[in-house]
């Protein structure tokens, strides 16, 4: 049995003094200047810039290789050569085709773009689409969003006689492509003075280049700062520094846009006159043009970007929703086979990067569905598809753990890989899969346990939520990496009342504490599904919205998370991760082989109590909890639990977030003390060492 996933609350560190100094000296309200503070923002350039009072962009020549990568950008468009823009099929690398090839056909030049197809081809530069853009007569290849990692298919783009120029803001590796420029601001030799931005911004930071001296920066933000936004968005890169600027640009520019596919996808996703953020953008166009690369051609997202036919936009848009539905349906399918996965191969889940893999699985969805994997067991995740000898895997992680150096300490497994430290994609040979999961564990081992945390801008009291907040809250959009939505904590909060809403799929909870009454809304959860119950104390992790109502603004609070205010989390974290410690077979020092151990108090207080329960259907901190407060202590529960199914005094089975246990009928008295778990526990106390 695998701990269950807990998660870490952090709150933000808080100077009050230093807020009330902000507050005085700008003349902001204090729970404004309080989060200015809490987010970093306490000299003036920083204030201006994250409340938007600063709007400018780096000079584009700063950055490495971009004047070479100008300079034969403006000859091929005097010579009239044949340029491709080759893109990504993702929402930043179709964006960053859409702007870069309308801005060049707007110069008149002789342009044509090229989507790799994700199932077939895959990320990034491929042979074979070197030898049709070669076939096209192509001259020079820009690549968008991708190219950082192709050493060998530029050797190739060189002996067909053709140029290359990488624009790329994925992590450089110890070679570079040999190019006729390599515009990438993580180059190890790049002066430019901001890093983040995404595939799009680079490109974008080209078109300025190629605009030169007298560039129109205003016009160029007019014509393309919509796109810009949305591939910044999509890409979850920070929302700080200059990606900051474009997005407030673009969202500005959005919801008048006159780009006839993206008001189709606006309409379609029910976003038509609503005032756009990066939350929603991230919600309504970016899944929908990213479909285009998980289901079918990528290819139609930049047509229907860059199309003025309005019967063509509208066509397109409608194929691209209907990828959208499919793109879900295939998602949920194979994120039941992962699962399933896991389950034949317990095993692995006490691995600290789970590796799961499957024959065909849609390449477009393994991604997604590794993120999903992630929020459902806390750990970095690696989902691996293959067919034949080949395989290819996508993955993401836990903040604290870089999967990017992960893959970097067994690169030789690897045909190609790539990525961020929070997201990467490989591929290898078949045969080397089982290698790869060995591996990128033995790198785990040696790095510190990364605990999925939640951070919390502060806590607030009930007594001082009101109406107003939610709109000083605005000053600090957009929100995305980098610069969350804020999130608060309420803490030690009673549970009065439990109302289900929205013909049941919803409920609505009341909490007291200090005399104050705090109504919360919790989405996609039934009063069946609950697991709590009135009189609980509860922390709460709250977002803040506010709406007019009968001509008054009124206060919503939503709940994002929840937990037992008596609960330690960090004890809780420490028992899992000694646990899976112990199911791994890893050293155990004495105070570990302890803590492990339950004694006979533990097991009676367990069993009575599952016993009068007819078993559990909840979750594992739950039953610590409803057991006597924690004293059992987390990695005994689970101890204990595995000791009964041994035993056979019960099933277990774990899904998702929650224990189903079901007691077993037995003849007669069963002793616990022979359990093999215990008498192996105790042989590591005698030992000092681990088990085989």
């Not at 959005?254 to 309409?267: H, K, M, P, V, W």
């Not at 990528?298 to 848009?317: H, M, N, Q, T, W």
């Not at 591996?439 to 001082?464: E, H, I, Q, S, W």
């Not at 155990?588 to 533990?602: I, M, N, R, S, V």
Request: charged share 25%; proline share 4%; with cysteine.
């Amino acid at each position: 049995m695998n701990g269950l996933k807990l998660k870490k609350w952090l709150v933000s560190p808080l100077d009050k003094e230093r807020a009330v100094q902000i507050a005085e000296e700008y003349g902001l309200p204090f729970f404004l200047a309080m989060m200015l503070e809490i987010r970093g923002a306490h000299q003036r350039n920083q204030i201006e810039e994250l409340l938007g009072e600063r709007s400018e962009l780096s000079d584009p020549f700063l950055t490495t290789d971009m004047r070479q990568a100008a300079e034969r950008i403006r000859r091929a468009l005097d010579d009239f050569e044949k340029i491709a823009i080759y893109g990504d099929y993702d929402a930043d690398g179709v964006t960053a085709t859409a702007i870069l090839y309308s801005y060049l056909e707007s110069c008149g030049g002789n342009v044509m773009y090229y989507i790799p197809e994700r199932e077939g081809e895959g990320y990034g530069l491929n042979r074979n689409a070197v030898e049709f853009l070669h076939s096209r007569q192509v001259n020079l290849i820009i690549t968008v969003d991708n190219g950082i990692a192709s050493v060998k298919e530029a050797e190739y783009v060189k002996e067909l006689g053709m140029d290359l120029i990488i624009t790329d803001h994925h992590r450089t590796q110890e070679v570079l492509p040999d190019a006729v420029a390599v515009v990438d601001p993580h180059r190890p030799d790049d002066a430019s003075p901001y890093k983040q931005f995404a595939g799009v911004g680079v490109a974008f930071k080209l078109i300025m280049a190629l605009e030169g001296e007298d560039c129109d920066l205003a016009g160029l933000l007019e014509n393309y700062a919509d796109l810009v936004a949305i591939g910044t968005i999509g890409d979850v890169v920070p929302l700080t520094g200059e990606n900051r600027m474009l997005v407030n640009e673009g969202l500005r520019l959005l919801s008048r846009t006159d780009r006839l596919g993206i008001r189709e996808l606006l309409e379609h996703a029910g976003m038509t006159g609503r005032q756009l953020t990066a939350g929603n953008v991230a919600f309504s166009i970016v899944p929908r043009i990213n479909a285009t690369g998980r289901i079918g051609s990528p290819g139609r997202a930049v047509r229907l970007l860059v199309s003025e036919d309005p019967d063509e936009a509208r066509e397109l848009a409608e194929e691209i929703c209907d990828d959208n539905d499919c793109r879900r349906q295939i998602e949920s399918e194979l994120f039941q086979s992962a699962l399933q996965n896991l389950k034949e191969h317990p095993e692995w889940l006490y691995d600290r990067v789970l590796v799961v893999a499957g024959h065909e699985w849609h390449h477009g969805v393994i991604g997604i569905v590794a993120a999903r994997l992630v929020d459902y067991f806390g750990k970095p995740c690696m989902v691996i598809s293959y067919s034949g000898g080949e395989a290819k895997g996508s993955g993401r992680s836990v903040e604290g753990f870089s999967l990017f150096d992960a893959l970097c300490s067994c690169s030789e497994l690897f045909t190609k890989f790539g990525g961020h430290p929070m997201a990467a994609g490989i591929s290898l040979p078949t045969e080397q899969i089982e290698a790869f999961r060995q591996a990128v564990n033995r790198y785990a081992a040696g790095v510190p346990a990364a605990v999925p945390t939640l951070r919390l801008d502060c806590k607030l009291r009930p007594a001082t939520l009101t109406p107003e907040l939610p709109g000083l809250l605005q000053a600090l959009e957009p929100f995305g990496a980098d610069n969350p939505a804020p999130l608060f904590g309420l803490y030690r909060m009673r549970l009065e009342k439990i109302t289900p809403v929205g013909e049941g799929k919803h409920l609505r909870l009341s909490f007291s504490r200090d005399g104050a009454t705090t109504v919360c809304m919790l989405f996609h959860t039934t009063a069946q599904d609950f697991p709590y119950e009135l009189g609980d104390e509860l922390d709460l992790a709250v977002t803040l919205d506010a709406k007019k109502f009968r001509g008054e603004m009124q206060l919503s609070v939503f709940i994002r998370e929840m937990k037992l205010s008596a609960l330690d989390t960090d004890a809780l974290i420490r028992g899992k991760l000694t646990f899976e410690k112990y199911k791994r077979g890893d050293d155990l020092t004495l105070p570990e082989a302890e803590e492990l151990l339950p004694d006979y108090t533990d097991f009676a207080r367990l069993y009575r109590f599952l016993r009068e329960q007819g078993g559990w259907l909840r979750g594992a901190e739950l039953l610590l909890y409803r057991l006597g407060g924690g004293k059992t202590g987390y990695a005994r529960l689970l101890t204990a639990l595995e000791v009964f199914a041994e035993r056979g005094l019960l099933l277990l089975e774990q899904d998702g977030g929650q224990l189903n246990i079901h007691l077993c009928e037995t003849d007669g008295k069963v002793n616990l003390f022979e359990s093999p778990i215990l008498c192996d526990i105790n042989q590591i106390k005698e030992d000092g060492v681990a088990h085989d």
